[in-house]
């Protein structure tokens, strides 16, 4: 739908994006919320938590492009947050 940005879309459906324009990657808000917090209390190691979640997502058959794009991606998503 172009009369309403896809980041605004994304909010309405409980996600977060990656980016406020063209995002391409949207992360559930409670994911983030229990990330950030995970993050308030241990070592903060981004590359280590995207690794596991594209390892965690690559079982289940999603097609990765990289883990470093991954990794920036959701840095981005978590950072906006």
Do not use: H
């Amino acid at each position: 739908c172009s009369c309403c940005p896809a980041a605004i879309q994304l909010l309405e459906q409980g996600l977060f994006p990656s980016a406020p324009i063209r995002p391409s990657l949207a992360v559930e808000i409670d994911q983030l919320d229990l990330i950030s917090i995970f993050f308030m209390t241990t070592a903060l190691n981004i590359m280590g938590w995207a690794e596991t979640l594209g390892t965690f997502l690559g079982k289940r058959g999603y097609v990765l492009e990289g883990q470093g794009d991954l990794r920036r991606r959701y840095g981005k998503a978590l950072q906006y947050y």
